[in-house]
């Protein structure tokens, strides 16, 4: 996300979201508060808590503010799946003091790696153990914005444009092997004038490189997506990491991005608009097959549930957009808006048949789909003191329950808590709008 954009639309309070210093701003303006750290030494503490709360009982909020008036609710539910959820916060682990900016689950390892500032912590998911940190020796990169696997490799995104490349030794180690672009990369392309492109007055770099930080990271097929702030998407080829393709996809930062098991690529920008790219049959470029335009603010978050056929959309408009696919098009359509949050959207994860929103006022809410196509506020995931930034979801093996998962959701405030969430039997009698 940048600055301008959440300075002017976004709902939340200096407080809770931007504090940052005049000296820093004048710098970089695009830096957020979560951008802007102290490094002091790292200290790993965990808590664990067993009080439970149902999600029937902390549901009965105040209607929520109207955004995007001219967006139907999609959020009434047909009796026969309307379920109670119960959930529990199992632990909190503070790797530092320090905003965590994204989370990643490595299910092979089963490992779950959190972002703080520059560095990358690892922990155990069966018992929570702190088992290593990473990128502790250069703070330049700047904070870490995105973590991502692939081809047994764990890939971090950083404030200064790069992307870093990392390999797990035998001592479970994290051992860095390669940045992108690549000095091989590098050194096919700095010769010829024509490899170098504008980015702002008066300087020029390689079209491989991202002009400013990169902001996610998607994996799909072989490829990885990188978008960046530099209101460009690029595509990387996992087997040698050669950069193959650069695209200018918004007139602002692009802040999210989602690849579906076809290959076509969502992207969300400070701009306020979702394009959808693909490759035309015999192509080798992606092209731009449709623009989504109905959120009035800037685009933080998309998720695609399992199939790709619904996209959602988090932007600082406070609203959830939800787009499905048309029958007689290659693109989405909106179909509807989930409101509930106070503030903007920050992060959303699709797991299973469930949809998880973090939110800069501080909570996450758990959505259901129900066989009518409307959803239901499951239920309000409360603790952090301030924004939740990332969130991820896995099974839960430990619990007797069908459907059980652990979601963990990491804050601004530093923490990572833990959450148990348990489905439980339907709710007999009269049905109340969840809001």
């Known amino acids: 996300m940048r600055v301008r954009s959440l300075l002017t639309v976004c709902t939340f309070t200096t407080h809770d ?3 940052a210093s005049t000296e820093i701003r004048q710098s970089h303006p695009k830096f957020l508060a979560s951008d802007i750290c102290s490094y002091p030494e790292m200290s790993v503490s965990l808590s664990i808590s067993g ?42 682990l503070k790797p530092r003091p320090v905003h965590i900016s994204c989370l990643a689950v490595a299910v092979a390892a089963d490992s779950l790696y959190a972002a703080s500032g520059n560095q990358i912590h690892v922990f155990d998911l069966k018992n929570y ?13 700047g904070s870490v914005k995105s973590v991502a696997f692939c081809d047994g490799k764990i890939l971090s995104s ?3 444009g790069k992307i870093r490349v990392w390999q797990m030794t035998i001592s479970k180690r994290h051992q860095l ?19 170098y492109v504008s980015v702002r007055r008066h300087k020029k770099q390689l079209w491989i490189d991202h002009a400013d930080a990169v902001s996610s990271l998607s994996v799909s097929d ?35 991005v989602a690849i579906s098991g076809t290959g076509t690529i969502y992207t969300g920008s400070a701009d306020c608009l979702i394009k959808v790219w693909a490759k035309p049959s015999g192509e080798k470029r992606h092209a731009l097959v449709a623009t989504l335009e109905k959120h009035k603010s800037a685009v933080n978050a998309l998720a695609l549930n399992s199939d790709g056929s619904i996209l959602f959309s988090g932007a600082c408009d406070r ?5 499905e696919r048309e029958d007689s098009a290659n693109h989405m359509v909106v179909t509807g808006a989930l409101r509930g949050h106070s503030k903007a959207i920050l992060c959303l994860i699709s797991f299973s048949d469930l949809l998880l929103s973090g939110s800069a006022d501080r909570t996450v809410r758990i959505w259901q789909r129900g066989s009518d196509g409307r959803y239901c506020c499951l239920s309000i995931l409360k603790g952090h003191k301030k924004p939740v930034k990332a969130l991820v979801a896995v ?23 833990v959450w148990q969430v348990s489905p439980s039997t339907h709710i007999n009698g009269p049905l109340t709008q969840i809001f």
Not at 395 to 417: C, H, M, N, Q, Y
């Open 129 to 141: 153990a702190h088992l290593d940190t990473f990128n502790t020796d250069d703070s330049s990169s």
């Open 158 to 160: 950083h404030q200064n």
């Open 17 to 19: 979201y931007m504090i």
């Open 51 to 92: 009080e439970t709360s149902y999600g029937s009982s902390s549901l009965h909020s105040n209607l929520s503010l109207q955004t995007l008036p001219s967006v139907p609710s999609l959020q009434k539910l047909s009796p026969e799946t309307l379920l109670s959820v119960s959930h529990v916060c199992v632990a909190t």
């Open 177 to 195: 092997v390669a940045t992108l672009p690549t000095v091989n990369d590098r050194l096919r392309h700095f010769m010829l004038p024509k490899n």
């Open 395 to 417: 099974p839960d093996s430990e619990w007797k329950t069908a459907g059980a998962i652990r979601v963990f959701s990491g804050s601004l405030d530093g923490e990572i808590k």
């Open 319 to 323: 609203s959830i957009l939800v787009w």
């Open 222 to 256: 072989g490829f990885i997506c990188s978008v960046s702030w530099d209101k460009c998407f690029k595509i990387w080829r996992s087997s040698d990491l050669r950069c193959l393709e650069s695209v200018k996809a918004h007139q602002d930062a692009v802040n999210a």
